[in-house]
């Protein structure tokens, strides 16, 4: 069975970081781009980052804060949020694609508030 499973959202304060993960299952996960988009209520959702072989593409919204990774051993990839702003509350899904491969988990909340 194909799925991505999302974890390590949660409420963090302004400044904070959080660190997600996304376990990839039922996929050859080295060949697949892996991304991270985010959305809120009302908006179109929005590309956060994505993996692709060594190259990583960010967001202008988050660049010098966040970082993707990925670790093929393990079938996952990381997101990890530095200097959170309340701005960045959203729904956080993973994304992994290879040609008409358009797979997507279910998101993980993230709220940045005081």
């Known amino acids: 069975q194909v799925q991505l499973v999302e974890s390590g959202g949660g409420l963090v304060q302004p400044g904070g970081s959080l660190r997600l993960s996304c376990a990839a299952s039922g996929i050859i996960f080295s060949i697949y781009a892996m991304g991270w988009y985010r959305q809120v209520p009302g908006k179109q959702r929005e590309l956060v980052a994505t993996i692709r072989g060594g190259s990583m593409y960010y967001g202008d919204s988050v660049k010098d804060r966040f970082t993707i990774s990925r670790d093929n051993a393990k079938n996952t990839v990381y997101l990890q949020m530095n200097s959170l702003k309340p701005e960045d509350t959203a729904v956080y899904y993973c994304?992994?694609?290879?040609?008409?491969?358009?797979?997507w988990g279910q998101g993980t909340q993230v709220t940045v508030s005081s």
């Open positions: 994304n992994a694609v290879r040609g008409v491969n358009d797979i």
